[in-house]
């Protein structure tokens, strides 16, 4: 089983669609959550922690469930510029360091 | 930009060469992690150094090595290459371990 599991995807909305995706981590342990993206070709790039509380970044909503080991991304009124892989990651060992990533989702969001 | 720096940025070896990937990270990052990244995949860990020491190794053989120098800047080394280490070599640096780890633009190695 892999360590950071998420939807195959590739999902594709039209602009203005709201946009969910799921993913689960096996460690239960882990201490730090992140919802990354990747543009094409280019290198990852942190787009919100995610607390247990749960957070939100304009358009973007991110929540914890650490009893069941879920993490979930909302993405509101998704824009053509939201197009990109997002990656699910986790931290066993707290902080931004020796992360664990998922597979990523691929969104494509067209006209 | 991130001010992570890797080079080159494209290599071709040929199976059974070595090759060293290098990171210059932006200026007080003394923690610089090695991630690869295959097709279709996440980046997967490789190791973690911080000021000069290894500090976590991911599943990776000894064949994959690495240092970091007294400028915190890295190198990668990989010995006796296989068609599979073909990927994306991503290397991420951050002044500590709760604070962002930024990635440089990555080196896209083929082994041919």
């Known amino acids: 089983r892999k360590e950071v599991e998420q939807d195959p995807g590739p999902f594709n909305v039209p602009e203005g669609a709201t946009v969910a995706f799921n993913c689960t981590y096996s460690n239960s342990a882990s201490q730090s959550f992140f919802w990354y993206r990747q543009d094409c070709r280019k290198e990852p790039k942190l787009l919100m922690s995610v607390y247990s509380s749960g957070n939100e970044d304009g358009r973007f909503t991110a929540q914890l469930n650490r009893a069941s080991q879920y993490i979930s991304l909302l993405i509101r009124d998704s824009k053509l510029s939201d197009s990109a892989t997002y990656l699910c990651v986790v931290s066993p060992s707290g902080g931004y360091n020796k992360l664990i990533f998922g597979a990523g989702t691929r969104l494509a969001v067209h006209p | 930009e991130t001010g992570v720096t890797q080079s080159p940025t494209h290599l071709i070896k040929t199976r059974g060469q070595q090759v060293t990937l290098r990171c210059s990270s932006q200026s007080g990052h003394n923690t610089v992690s090695w991630y690869q990244q295959a097709l279709g995949q996440g980046p997967q860990f490789i190791f973690q150094y911080y000021r000069e020491e290894e500090n976590g190794r991911g599943n990776f053989p000894p064949r994959f090595s690495g240092l970091q120098f007294p400028n915190y800047s890295s190198e990668l080394n990989v010995n006796a290459l296989e068609l599979d280490d073909s990927a994306l070599y991503l290397c991420?640096?951050?002044?500590?371990?709760?604070?962002?780890?930024?990635f440089g633009q990555g080196t896209r190695l083929t082994v041919v």
């Open positions: 991420a640096s951050s002044p500590g371990a709760n604070t962002e780890a930024f």
